[in-house]
Protein backbone atom coordinates (compact mmCIF):
# COMPACT_ATOMS: atom_id res chain seq x y z
CA UNK A 1 0.00 0.00 0.00
CA UNK A 2 0.95 3.64 -0.89
CA UNK A 3 1.74 6.25 1.72
CA UNK A 4 -1.09 9.37 0.62
CA UNK A 5 0.25 12.70 1.59
CA UNK A 6 -2.74 15.09 2.11
CA UNK A 7 -2.34 18.69 1.49
CA UNK A 8 -5.65 19.80 4.18
CA UNK A 9 -6.56 22.87 6.49
CA UNK A 10 -8.64 24.69 2.98
CA UNK A 11 -11.12 24.29 5.04
CA UNK A 12 -10.50 22.08 7.49
CA UNK A 13 -14.13 20.75 7.15
CA UNK A 14 -13.55 19.20 4.00
CA UNK A 15 -10.32 17.57 5.12
CA UNK A 16 -12.12 15.91 7.90
CA UNK A 17 -14.30 14.07 4.91
CA UNK A 18 -11.02 13.81 2.85
CA UNK A 19 -9.81 11.53 5.42
CA UNK A 20 -13.00 9.53 6.38
CA UNK A 21 -13.80 9.00 2.27
CA UNK A 22 -10.13 7.28 1.75
CA UNK A 23 -10.32 4.94 5.13
CA UNK A 24 -13.56 3.88 4.40
CA UNK A 25 -12.59 2.74 0.55
CA UNK A 26 -9.42 1.23 2.44
CA UNK A 27 -12.18 -0.67 4.99
CA UNK A 28 -14.62 -1.16 1.74
CA UNK A 29 -12.27 -2.68 -0.71
CA UNK A 30 -9.54 -4.30 1.57
CA UNK A 31 -12.15 -5.35 4.33
CA UNK A 32 -10.88 -6.13 8.15
CA UNK A 33 -9.12 -3.64 10.17
CA UNK A 34 -7.41 -1.74 6.96
CA UNK A 35 -7.06 2.06 7.23
CA UNK A 36 -5.41 4.34 4.93
CA UNK A 37 -1.15 5.01 5.27
CA UNK A 38 -1.37 8.94 5.08
CA UNK A 39 0.28 11.95 6.18
CA UNK A 40 -1.58 15.08 6.55
CA UNK A 41 0.10 18.50 7.03
CA UNK A 42 -2.79 20.78 7.53
CA UNK A 43 -1.99 24.98 6.65
CA UNK A 44 -3.20 27.72 8.30
CA UNK A 45 -6.48 28.38 6.07
CA UNK A 46 -6.31 32.20 7.00
CA UNK A 47 -2.73 33.07 5.30
CA UNK A 48 -3.75 30.62 2.31
CA UNK A 49 -7.39 33.33 1.93
CA UNK A 50 -5.35 36.03 1.98
CA UNK A 51 -3.01 35.23 -0.44
CA UNK A 52 -6.13 34.76 -2.35
CA UNK A 53 -7.58 37.70 -1.69
CA UNK A 54 -4.31 39.89 -2.61
CA UNK A 55 -3.95 37.92 -5.69
CA UNK A 56 -0.70 36.66 -4.14
CA UNK A 57 -1.24 32.73 -5.87
CA UNK A 58 2.81 32.78 -6.07
CA UNK A 59 3.42 32.81 -2.30
CA UNK A 60 0.27 30.62 -2.07
CA UNK A 61 1.95 28.27 -4.45
CA UNK A 62 5.21 28.39 -2.01
CA UNK A 63 3.53 27.63 0.89
CA UNK A 64 1.34 24.62 -0.40
CA UNK A 65 5.10 23.44 -1.82
CA UNK A 66 6.65 23.44 1.23
CA UNK A 67 3.84 21.53 2.48
CA UNK A 68 3.83 19.12 -0.24
CA UNK A 69 8.35 19.48 0.16
CA UNK A 70 7.67 18.08 3.39
CA UNK A 71 4.94 15.16 3.13
CA UNK A 72 7.42 13.76 0.65
CA UNK A 73 10.50 13.72 3.26
CA UNK A 74 8.30 12.00 5.95
CA UNK A 75 7.58 9.08 3.02
CA UNK A 76 4.70 10.28 1.10
CA UNK A 77 4.43 7.94 -2.13
CA UNK A 78 1.91 10.89 -3.84
CA UNK A 79 0.23 14.24 -3.12
CA UNK A 80 -3.54 14.84 -2.88
CA UNK A 81 -4.23 18.81 -2.27
CA UNK A 82 -7.21 18.94 -0.40
CA UNK A 83 -8.84 21.50 -2.68
CA UNK A 84 -9.94 23.06 -6.02
CA UNK A 85 -9.06 26.62 -5.83
CA UNK A 86 -5.06 25.74 -5.18
CA UNK A 87 -4.55 23.53 -7.98
CA UNK A 88 -4.60 27.02 -10.00
CA UNK A 89 -0.48 26.59 -8.43
CA UNK A 90 -0.51 23.05 -8.95
CA UNK A 91 2.64 23.16 -11.55
CA UNK A 92 4.73 25.99 -9.06
CA UNK A 93 4.02 22.83 -6.48
CA UNK A 94 4.87 20.30 -8.41
CA UNK A 95 8.39 21.98 -8.68
CA UNK A 96 9.19 21.32 -5.36
CA UNK A 97 8.99 17.56 -5.13
CA UNK A 98 9.33 14.43 -7.33
CA UNK A 99 6.61 12.15 -6.14
CA UNK A 100 3.49 12.91 -8.42
CA UNK A 101 0.32 15.22 -7.47
CA UNK A 102 -3.06 13.50 -7.97
CA UNK A 103 -4.97 16.28 -9.64
CA UNK A 104 -8.84 17.02 -8.85
CA UNK A 105 -9.95 18.21 -12.40
CA UNK A 106 -8.16 15.17 -13.91
CA UNK A 107 -9.75 12.73 -11.43
CA UNK A 108 -12.97 14.56 -12.39
CA UNK A 109 -12.37 14.61 -15.77
CA UNK A 110 -12.20 10.64 -16.22
CA UNK A 111 -15.78 10.63 -13.99
CA UNK A 112 -17.36 12.36 -16.39
CA UNK A 113 -16.56 10.47 -19.11
CA UNK A 114 -17.90 7.22 -17.37
CA UNK A 115 -20.60 8.31 -17.48
CA UNK A 116 -20.81 9.75 -20.69
CA UNK A 117 -21.34 13.60 -19.62
CA UNK A 118 -20.43 15.61 -22.41
CA UNK A 119 -21.78 18.78 -21.05
CA UNK A 120 -21.32 19.73 -17.70
CA UNK A 121 -21.93 23.08 -15.11
CA UNK A 122 -19.20 24.13 -12.98
CA UNK A 123 -19.68 25.19 -9.24
CA UNK A 124 -16.48 26.52 -7.17
CA UNK A 125 -15.00 29.44 -6.19
CA UNK A 126 -14.83 32.30 -8.31
CA UNK A 127 -11.51 31.22 -9.44
CA UNK A 128 -12.42 28.02 -10.28
CA UNK A 129 -15.15 28.90 -12.23
CA UNK A 130 -13.81 32.05 -13.99
CA UNK A 131 -10.27 30.90 -14.71
CA UNK A 132 -9.10 28.01 -16.68
CA UNK A 133 -6.78 25.76 -14.49
CA UNK A 134 -10.06 23.26 -13.67
CA UNK A 135 -12.15 23.95 -17.23
CA UNK A 136 -8.25 23.32 -19.15
CA UNK A 137 -8.73 19.76 -17.89
CA UNK A 138 -11.98 19.32 -19.01
CA UNK A 139 -11.57 20.77 -22.43
CA UNK A 140 -8.83 18.32 -22.96
CA UNK A 141 -11.23 15.44 -22.77
CA UNK A 142 -14.04 17.38 -25.08
CA UNK A 143 -16.26 18.13 -22.60
CA UNK A 144 -18.05 21.36 -22.46
CA UNK A 145 -18.30 23.36 -19.27
CA UNK A 146 -21.14 25.55 -18.34
CA UNK A 147 -21.07 28.54 -15.37
CA UNK A 148 -23.40 30.73 -13.68
CA UNK A 149 -23.92 34.23 -14.33
CA UNK A 150 -21.92 37.02 -13.21
CA UNK A 151 -24.50 37.57 -10.07
CA UNK A 152 -24.50 33.48 -9.53
CA UNK A 153 -20.56 33.46 -9.35
CA UNK A 154 -20.48 36.01 -6.95
CA UNK A 155 -23.56 34.15 -4.70
CA UNK A 156 -21.52 31.06 -4.96
CA UNK A 157 -18.40 32.24 -4.32
CA UNK A 158 -19.38 34.66 -1.31
CA UNK A 159 -21.74 31.21 0.32
CA UNK A 160 -18.52 28.94 -0.24
CA UNK A 161 -16.28 31.53 2.08
CA UNK A 162 -18.26 33.52 4.36
CA UNK A 163 -20.78 30.33 5.50
CA UNK A 164 -19.18 27.34 4.40
CA UNK A 165 -15.45 27.60 5.30
CA UNK A 166 -17.16 28.82 8.45
CA UNK A 167 -18.83 25.64 8.95
CA UNK A 168 -21.97 27.39 8.52
CA UNK A 169 -25.02 25.64 6.72
CA UNK A 170 -27.91 27.74 5.78
CA UNK A 171 -30.96 26.18 4.45
CA UNK A 172 -31.66 29.50 2.14
CA UNK A 173 -28.39 28.94 0.22
CA UNK A 174 -29.07 25.75 -0.03
CA UNK A 175 -32.17 26.88 -2.52
CA UNK A 176 -29.93 29.15 -3.82
CA UNK A 177 -27.82 26.32 -4.85
CA UNK A 178 -30.55 24.34 -6.09
CA UNK A 179 -32.37 27.20 -8.18
CA UNK A 180 -28.81 27.66 -9.71
CA UNK A 181 -28.07 24.05 -10.95
CA UNK A 182 -31.85 23.95 -11.83
CA UNK A 183 -31.34 26.38 -14.23
CA UNK A 184 -27.94 25.27 -15.72
CA UNK A 185 -29.28 22.01 -16.44
CA UNK A 186 -32.23 23.58 -18.50
CA UNK A 187 -29.57 25.27 -20.45
CA UNK A 188 -27.89 21.69 -21.68
CA UNK A 189 -25.88 20.62 -18.28
CA UNK A 190 -25.75 16.80 -18.11
CA UNK A 191 -24.66 17.20 -14.49
CA UNK A 192 -23.12 19.64 -11.82
CA UNK A 193 -19.58 19.74 -10.57
CA UNK A 194 -19.34 20.36 -7.05
CA UNK A 195 -15.89 21.89 -7.86
CA UNK A 196 -15.22 23.50 -4.29
CA UNK A 197 -14.71 20.80 -1.59
CA UNK A 198 -17.09 22.62 0.81
CA UNK A 199 -20.30 22.46 -1.51
CA UNK A 200 -20.78 18.75 -0.73
CA UNK A 201 -21.62 20.32 3.02
CA UNK A 202 -24.31 22.05 1.79
CA UNK A 203 -25.85 19.91 -1.19
CA UNK A 204 -25.93 16.52 -1.97
CA UNK A 205 -27.48 13.83 -4.71
CA UNK A 206 -29.92 13.18 -2.59
CA UNK A 207 -31.67 16.86 -2.95
CA UNK A 208 -31.84 16.87 -6.72
CA UNK A 209 -32.25 14.45 -9.70
CA UNK A 210 -29.50 16.14 -11.70
CA UNK A 211 -26.73 14.32 -11.57
CA UNK A 212 -23.83 15.49 -9.34
CA UNK A 213 -20.09 15.03 -8.94
CA UNK A 214 -18.52 15.84 -5.27
CA UNK A 215 -15.03 16.55 -6.50
CA UNK A 216 -14.11 15.70 -2.75
CA UNK A 217 -15.53 12.26 -3.13
CA UNK A 218 -13.99 11.69 -6.39
CA UNK A 219 -10.57 13.12 -5.49
CA UNK A 220 -10.52 11.10 -2.13
CA UNK A 221 -12.16 7.72 -3.73
CA UNK A 222 -9.23 7.97 -6.39
CA UNK A 223 -6.34 8.73 -3.83
CA UNK A 224 -7.45 5.23 -1.96
CA UNK A 225 -7.80 3.26 -4.99
CA UNK A 226 -4.06 4.80 -6.55
CA UNK A 227 -2.64 4.22 -2.58
CA UNK A 228 -4.17 0.23 -2.86
CA UNK A 229 -2.68 0.16 -6.45
CA UNK A 230 -2.69 -3.77 -7.96
CA UNK A 231 -0.40 -5.17 -5.62
CA UNK A 232 -3.11 -5.61 -2.69
CA UNK A 233 -5.90 -7.05 -4.44
CA UNK A 234 -7.40 -7.37 -7.86
CA UNK A 235 -9.01 -4.33 -10.01
CA UNK A 236 -12.52 -3.34 -8.66
CA UNK A 237 -14.63 -3.71 -11.78
CA UNK A 238 -18.14 -1.39 -11.76
CA UNK A 239 -21.34 -0.19 -12.58
CA UNK A 240 -22.45 3.27 -11.31
CA UNK A 241 -25.09 5.58 -12.05
CA UNK A 242 -26.85 8.31 -9.98
CA UNK A 243 -29.46 5.78 -9.16
CA UNK A 244 -27.47 2.40 -8.33
CA UNK A 245 -23.67 0.89 -8.14
CA UNK A 246 -22.66 -2.55 -8.57
CA UNK A 247 -18.76 -3.65 -7.91
CA UNK A 248 -17.49 -6.70 -7.75
CA UNK A 249 -15.76 -7.31 -4.87
CA UNK A 250 -12.33 -9.81 -5.29
CA UNK A 251 -11.52 -10.25 -2.06
CA UNK A 252 -14.63 -11.70 -1.32
CA UNK A 253 -16.24 -12.90 -4.16
CA UNK A 254 -19.60 -10.71 -4.11
CA UNK A 255 -20.99 -8.98 -6.41
CA UNK A 256 -22.54 -6.07 -4.48
CA UNK A 257 -25.25 -4.34 -5.79
CA UNK A 258 -26.60 -1.15 -3.98
CA UNK A 259 -29.11 1.14 -4.45
CA UNK A 260 -28.86 4.97 -4.19
CA UNK A 261 -32.63 5.85 -4.99
CA UNK A 262 -35.60 4.42 -6.23
CA UNK A 263 -35.82 3.56 -9.72
CA UNK A 264 -37.29 1.82 -13.09
CA UNK A 265 -37.49 0.79 -16.30
CA UNK A 266 -33.61 1.17 -17.99
CA UNK A 267 -31.96 2.54 -14.82
CA UNK A 268 -33.19 -0.45 -13.16
CA UNK A 269 -32.90 -3.06 -15.65
CA UNK A 270 -29.48 -1.69 -16.76
CA UNK A 271 -27.73 -2.17 -13.00
CA UNK A 272 -29.20 -5.17 -12.53
CA UNK A 273 -28.01 -6.81 -15.94
CA UNK A 274 -24.47 -5.99 -15.49
CA UNK A 275 -24.82 -7.61 -12.23
CA UNK A 276 -25.74 -10.59 -13.97
CA UNK A 277 -23.22 -10.75 -16.34
CA UNK A 278 -20.66 -10.33 -13.05
CA UNK A 279 -22.24 -13.37 -11.64
CA UNK A 280 -21.64 -15.14 -14.75
CA UNK A 281 -17.92 -13.69 -15.01
CA UNK A 282 -17.03 -15.19 -11.87
CA UNK A 283 -17.11 -18.57 -10.97
CA UNK A 284 -18.86 -19.20 -7.53
CA UNK A 285 -19.30 -15.91 -7.14
CA UNK A 286 -22.28 -14.54 -4.59
CA UNK A 287 -24.56 -11.67 -4.75
CA UNK A 288 -25.41 -9.17 -2.42
CA UNK A 289 -28.34 -6.21 -2.42
CA UNK A 290 -27.81 -3.14 -0.11
CA UNK A 291 -31.61 -2.03 -0.12
CA UNK A 292 -31.19 0.44 2.08
CA UNK A 293 -31.85 3.45 0.21
CA UNK A 294 -34.62 1.82 -2.34
CA UNK A 295 -35.73 -0.84 -4.24
CA UNK A 296 -38.13 -1.53 -7.05
CA UNK A 297 -41.62 -1.54 -7.25
CA UNK A 298 -42.55 -0.97 -11.37
CA UNK A 299 -45.09 -3.32 -12.10
CA UNK A 300 -43.69 -4.05 -15.46
CA UNK A 301 -39.90 -4.55 -13.75
CA UNK A 302 -41.19 -6.84 -11.43
CA UNK A 303 -42.94 -9.09 -13.86
CA UNK A 304 -39.21 -8.72 -16.16
CA UNK A 305 -37.51 -9.83 -12.77
CA UNK A 306 -39.53 -12.35 -11.81
CA UNK A 307 -39.58 -13.69 -15.68
CA UNK A 308 -36.14 -13.23 -16.77
CA UNK A 309 -33.93 -11.99 -14.53
CA UNK A 310 -33.81 -14.73 -11.84
CA UNK A 311 -34.26 -17.13 -13.98
CA UNK A 312 -31.14 -16.36 -15.43
CA UNK A 313 -29.27 -15.56 -12.52
CA UNK A 314 -30.40 -19.13 -11.48
CA UNK A 315 -28.35 -19.90 -14.41
CA UNK A 316 -24.83 -19.17 -13.11
CA UNK A 317 -22.93 -20.39 -10.04
CA UNK A 318 -24.00 -17.84 -7.70
CA UNK A 319 -25.65 -20.24 -4.65
CA UNK A 320 -26.80 -17.22 -2.06
CA UNK A 321 -28.14 -13.65 -2.14
CA UNK A 322 -27.94 -11.53 0.76
CA UNK A 323 -30.09 -8.35 1.25
CA UNK A 324 -28.62 -5.60 3.18
CA UNK A 325 -31.89 -4.25 5.17
CA UNK A 326 -32.48 -1.21 7.78
CA UNK A 327 -34.96 -3.01 10.39
CA UNK A 328 -37.46 -0.51 10.67
CA UNK A 329 -38.13 0.16 6.09
CA UNK A 330 -40.96 1.45 4.24
CA UNK A 331 -40.32 -1.23 1.68
CA UNK A 332 -41.00 -4.15 3.85
CA UNK A 333 -43.55 -5.78 1.80
CA UNK A 334 -41.83 -5.35 -1.26
CA UNK A 335 -38.84 -6.63 -0.43
CA UNK A 336 -40.94 -9.52 1.56
CA UNK A 337 -42.22 -10.33 -2.15
CA UNK A 338 -38.78 -10.34 -3.94
CA UNK A 339 -37.38 -12.55 -0.66
CA UNK A 340 -39.73 -15.08 -1.76
CA UNK A 341 -38.89 -15.26 -5.30
CA UNK A 342 -35.16 -15.33 -4.83
CA UNK A 343 -35.65 -18.52 -2.68
CA UNK A 344 -36.71 -20.54 -5.51
CA UNK A 345 -33.52 -20.31 -6.67
CA UNK A 346 -30.96 -19.44 -3.77
CA UNK A 347 -30.27 -19.55 -0.26
CA UNK A 348 -31.77 -16.10 0.98
CA UNK A 349 -30.56 -13.94 4.38
CA UNK A 350 -31.62 -10.55 5.26
CA UNK A 351 -28.76 -8.73 7.20
CA UNK A 352 -27.85 -5.07 8.66
CA UNK A 353 -24.28 -4.62 7.18
CA UNK A 354 -21.69 -5.60 4.31
CA UNK A 355 -19.85 -7.65 6.54
CA UNK A 356 -22.57 -9.45 8.03
CA UNK A 357 -23.74 -10.45 4.43
CA UNK A 358 -19.99 -11.64 3.37
CA UNK A 359 -19.85 -13.47 6.67
CA UNK A 360 -23.03 -15.61 5.80
CA UNK A 361 -21.32 -16.09 2.20
CA UNK A 362 -18.29 -17.41 3.85
Known sequence: MKTIGLIGGMSWESTVTYYKIVNTVMKEQLGGFHSAKCLLYSVDFQEIEECQVNGEWEKSGDILGEAAFNLEKAGADFIVICTNTMHKMVDRIQSRIS????????????????????????????????????????????????IPCEEDIELINQTIYNEL???????????????????????????????????????????????????????ATKAAQL???NKDKEPIEEFDSQFCKVTYIARDNIVLLTWKKICCFEDYRKPTWYALEELRKHDGCNFVIDARNGFEDEKEDIVWGFSTLLPAMAETSCSKVVFIMD???????????????????????TVASYEEAADFIK
Open 99 to 146: IPILHIAEATADKLQENQINTVALLGTKYTMQQDFFKEKLYEKDIKVL
Open 165 to 219: CLGIISEQSKKEFLRIMESLSENGAQGIILGCTEIGLLVDQADTSIPLFDTTYIH
Open 227 to 229: AIG
Open 327 to 349: KINEIQDEMNMWTKEFMKYFSVK
